[in-house]
């Protein structure tokens, strides 16, 4: 199984910040990476797939980059609901494994 | 619009089973995969394995093969999940999404389905 790994775990971050999530794969998935947001009691929401590439209606603060085996989430600009946790998942390799998640909350 | 509505909570013994439903609605059904993906409380996402709507074909995680079994049911467009035998550390929600072809991301998700496994 390809193990994802995520850094950091959580961060503080205030209203207005640039804020960078790495998420690394342990074997190359060329850029079968998707991106996730989730807010507490609430299910999962598609931020990016394709390690780049903006799912619809997502605000454009949000990008992701990255290929093979290192990715990175940034929000530029962090507005208030962006405070949630955050989960990177391969797609390139059945099982379809998710990182452990970075929290962002409120400095 | 797209809509995945999942059925209710469950609260089931050790060693029996449950089995949560996904109707979809606001697209062609047949035109994606469902994939299943459960979240133990206050833990991360694990994926459980995926359907294709159009021809039935499943891929499980290893873990829960030989207890877990993906469905469809393309006159009513839902999709179903069963895990059998039941143990406390199946307690989580579960929850249905949409997987597109090709990039196999998972789009839109349902509601999520609390299964709790207690004696």
């Known amino acids: 199984d390809i193990q994802m790994t995520q850094s950091p775990s959580s961060l503080s971050a205030s209203v207005g910040d640039r804020v960078t999530i790495t998420c690394r794969a342990s074997q190359s998935i060329s850029d079968f990476l998707n991106w996730y947001q989730q807010k507490p009691g609430k299910g999962p929401k598609l931020l990016i797939f394709?390690?780049?590439s903006l799912q619809s209606g997502v605000p454009s603060r949000f990008s992701g980059s990255g290929s093979e085996t290192d990715f990175t989430l940034t929000i530029s600009n962090l507005q208030p609901e962006d405070f949630a946790t955050y989960y990177c998942q391969q797609s390139y390799s059945i099982p379809f494994t998710f990182g452990p998640g970075t929290k962002v909350d409120i400095k | 619009q797209v809509q995945l509505v999942q059925s209710g909570a469950e609260v089931k013994k050790p060693g029996a089973s449950v089995k949560v439903s996904c109707k979809a609605s606001g697209y062609t059904f047949t035109s994606y995969g469902i994939s299943w993906v459960r979240q133990a409380p206050g833990q991360g996402l694990e994926w459980m394995g995926w359907i294709s709507a159009y021809n039935g074909n499943t891929n499980y995680a290893q873990k829960l093969q030989g207890r877990v079994t993906m469905t469809t049911d393309t006159s009513t467009s839902t999709a179903y999940m069963e895990l059998r035998s039941l143990r406390s550390d199946d307690t989580a929600v579960y929850y249905c999404?949409?997987?597109?072809?090709?990039?196999?991301?998972?789009?839109?998700w349902g509601q999520g389905t609390l299964v709790t496994v207690s004696s």
């Open positions: 999404a949409r997987e597109v072809v090709v990039w196999r991301n998972l789009d839109y």
């Open positions: 394709a390690a780049s």
